[in-house]
């Protein structure tokens, strides 16, 4: 493996390429809460997924995917109680996957950004345990 690829990134920023495809709202859950007080680190990938999946959902699109990778930068904790909204954006990656970015920010402190991330998206057909193309219907939203 060479140097580049073996560090941990830490994304501050969205590439000036990428997408905005969905924005959702969520109220932060008394649940989602750590033993300090703050939105546990994993509640956060639970919020990115749930707005990838409403995403596709309004595309009327199958959930056929898998992820290769997923990281976040965490930027300020969120505390109960929060109204989060969560952008997702994406970018043009190859024949079978997407670049997946997102913002989570708290709109209970202006807008604030507390989160940001970075997945990579491949579109994946289970029973042939093979990669499949990037629907069309994804193709058009990031090329719009």
């Known amino acids: 493996m060479n140097e580049s690829s073996d560090q941990a990134v830490y994304l501050r920023t969205l590439p000036a390429s ?16 750590d033993a300090f007080g703050h939105l546990n680190n994993a509640r956060y990938f639970t919020y990115f997924e749930q707005a990838r999946v409403d995403w596709l959902m ?9 992820l290769a990778n997923i990281s976040c930068t965490f930027l ?12 997702l954006y994406g970018q043009a990656r190859g024949e079978h996957s997407i670049d997946s970015y997102y913002l989570l920010h708290n ?22 345990a093979r990669p499949m ?4 219907t994804v193709r058009a939203c990031l090329n719009d």
């Not at 300020?76 to 952008?87: D, G, I, S």
């Not at 193309?133 to 069309?136: E, K, L, N, S, W």
Request: charged share 20%; glycine share 8%; net charge negative.
């Open 133 to 136: 193309p990037v629907p069309q």
């Open 107 to 128: 709109l209970d402190e202006n807008g604030r950004l507390c989160a940001i991330a970075h997945g990579t998206i491949v579109w994946y057909d289970h029973a042939g």
């Open 58 to 66: 309004s595309l009327g699109i199958a959930h056929d995917l898998v």
């Open 18 to 33: 990428a997408r905005l495809l969905h924005t959702a709202r969520y109220t932060m859950r008394w649940g989602d809460m």
């Open 76 to 87: 300020h904790a969120l505390r109960f109680p929060a109204t989060l909204e969560v952008e």
